[in-house]
């Protein structure tokens, strides 16, 4: 359902009592009764599990599955699949700067993309009451994928220019797979570029702002917004670079305080996080999930423009108990 986005954002900002909106969609699998790779095998077991899962909880928006294998798989990585576990990509597939001249940039469809567009397109005619967000990995964590982590980090020191013929290559096709989600009509997207949250401020820009900057030049307009999300450690370091990507809304882990983060936002942009998905919806109690939930919003409860939400997407199997207990805390937080 296309809707204005920036106004949707607007109405959060100034609302007295705002929806949470944490980053919920592979616990769907406990409600449908499959596994992890079932759900991401099927585009319509997807739209069913969004659909599922927007009509249980009160939630500000609908997000599909935040699955970082998808577009590493499109350029040819070998990807693990288990069934109660998010897929994870294995080895590497770029070492040498003739390695990054010789790989191809993939067509929108390859791989599971295809996939995973379908499952939008169809969750969008199922979810007619609140907006639906794609997801999709940050350009230079996709380039890590391709690359590995400890290389790439490495690469941006020895080989700068073969870090950024790879970032060149992924953003191309990072505009043309967020285009598409944009053409079934998703109302926006989150980009998840975690690996950036471990660079310095020195690099940060040059390496991963610069290129989602591209990203959200090129595909936000009033009905189609980008949702940043970085659950690095060093983020309250890197704000400055950040908030330069010029994305509509902003959503931080749980590896720093939400209420510093708050500090640095300006009081127009929204900022979501943080409650622990780990140690508190896949291994807390609803008593413990309640109380960190609204540990959260109390110190953040001076920022108009903060938004509750998990620090990161939420594991397969979190207890929809604990669940439940955050959406309750919410609730309880604004009576």
Known sequence: ???????????????????????????????LGITVKELISNSDTQAQAMKLV????????????????VEAEAFGSKVNFSDDEVPTVIGRIIETP?????IKVP???DGRTGLYIEAIKKAVDLIDNKPVFA?????????????????????C?????????????VTEFLIKYIKEYKNVGANGVVIAEPLAGILSPDLIGDFSSAYVKEIVNTVQDENFIVIYHNCGNNV????DSILEIGASAYH??????????MKKVPEDTIAMGNVDPARQFRNGTPESVREETLRVMNECKDYSNFVISSGCDIPPLSSWDNIDAFFKAVEEFYQ
Do not use: C
Request: proline share 4%.
């Open 236 to 239: 309250l370091h890197l704000m």
């Open 54 to 69: 927007a009509d249980r909880v009160d939630s500000a928006a609908s997000v599909s599955m935040m699955d970082l294998s």
């Open 157 to 169: 020191y020895v080989e700068p220019e073969m870090v950024h013929n790879t970032l060149r290559k």
């Open 107 to 109: 067509a929108v469809g």
């Open 1 to 31: 359902m296309k809707r204005n986005m920036y106004k949707w954002l607007e109405d959060m900002r100034i609302s007295k009592v705002k929806k949470a909106m944490p980053v919920l969609s592979f616990p769907a699998i406990q409600l």
């Open 252 to 261: 931080f882990g749980n590896a720093v305080s939400m209420a510093e983060v």
């Open 135 to 155: 997801g999709v990995i940050g350009p230079f964590s996709l380039a890590g994928r391709l690359m590995d982590v400890t290389e790439i980090m490495v690469n």
């Open 98 to 102: 003739e390695d990054v001249e010789n």
